[in-house]
């Protein structure tokens, strides 16, 4: 057991994260940038088309095998309750209805949770503000995986069953690493979830409430999309550590491939992150990006070099800390 390749320990650096300056300098050479701050106009109507498609697939998968029905839900639902979660990303930056009408994000986040069948959205938010205050910070960015992670998964096959499990990981490791008191708001997520789930079981069985459980598990773990949770910021090349993709697949995933760009700039929706891009091509051009995710996750795979102990980490003094 434990490591028998590639690093034994994460990447410690005793910088700030590189976001901040480069936001700074970015608005102070093009102002027009504050101009993409706003909501996307689209996206509220683009979750309301993935949910109800979700819903539809429900009843059509009622009447299904079970062996076809995880077929759909790996093919379909899990593209929808991805895409679903990348729309709740950006909701939780205030995408949908703007910084002005904050309850209106939280409550939309709580709809577009619905087909992903179990609550997600309250608590996504309490932890990613962190995500990008605190990026990599030890204790403190949830994103990165715990020592346990590094040192059990590090060999092609436990790295493969890394990926499969990453759904368990991503809702267990906020306890581990920062747990924080449940809010009102992830109680309400609950009642809700639970109260969508029951009404789908008693109009058309258990076989929708699977299905859509199954989307969520499959479609979040070893699936093409899921790529983005490696490329976004494991080190792939040392000194950098966060990377953006500009395929194809940014068309389903609210653009979410733009991570330098969003990191940059997390108030700007995922629709307008290209026009980031646009304006300032010298500040991106030049840093290595990633062409495709499913390259991504074969590389994680195999090469040694990358796993889980592949993150930039960092101690952060909090204020509470110096009182």
């Not at 609550?119 to 346990?148: E, I």
């Not at 058309?204 to 093409?224: E, I, Q, R």
């Not at 490329?231 to 733009?258: C, D, K, Q």
Request: net charge positive.
């Amino acid at each position: 057991m434990g490591n028998s390749a590639g690093r034994s320990d994460f990447e410690w650096v005793y910088t700030d994260q590189p976001h901040t300056q480069r936001r700074k300098e970015m608005l102070a050479k093009y102002p027009a940038i504050k101009a993409l701050m706003r909501p996307d106009p689209h996206l509220k109507w683009m979750v309301l088309v993935l949910v109800l498609a979700q819903l539809l697939a429900c009843w059509l998968v009622r009447g299904l095998t079970w062996r076809w029905l995880l077929f759909w839900a790996y093919t379909f639902g899990g593209c929808i309750n991805h895409s679903l979660t990348l729309a709740i990303h950006d909701i939780s930056h205030n995408a949908a209805f703007g910084t002005g009408c904050a309850a209106h994000n939280r409550w939309f986040a709580i709809f577009a949770n619905l087909p992903i069948g179990l609550p997600y959205a309250a608590s996504f938010k309490k932890y990613h503000v962190d995500h990008h205050r605190y990026l990599g910070g030890d204790g403190l960015d949830v994103d990165v995986p715990t020592r346990l992670e590094g040192w059990l998964f590090c060999t092609p096959a436990r790295k493969l069953l890394w990926l499969v499990l990453q759904p368990f990981f991503y809702s267990l490791r906020p306890l581990c690493v920062n747990p924080k008191a449940m809010t009102r708001m992830e109680v309400f997520n609950a009642l809700v979830q639970v109260m969508a789930d029951a009404t789908i079981f008693a109009l058309w069985g258990l076989k929708p409430v699977v299905y859509l459980l199954a989307s969520s598990v499959l479609g979040l773990g070893l699936h093409p999309i899921s790529g983005h949770f490696v490329a976004e910021h494991y080190m792939f090349l040392r000194g950098h550590e966060t990377y953006s993709y500009y395929g194809p697949l940014n068309w389903i995933t609210f653009n979410v491939g733009y991570h330098m760009e969003h990191h940059d700039f997390p108030s700007i929706p995922g629709c307008n992150l290209p026009l980031v891009r646009k304006i300032a091509p010298e500040y991106y051009d030049h840093l290595p990006q990633h062409h495709s995710w499913v390259k991504v996750l074969w590389d994680f795979v195999f090469e040694d070099s990358l796993g889980p102990y592949a993150r930039v980490k960092r101690m952060y003094k909090l204020a509470e800390d110096r009182l």
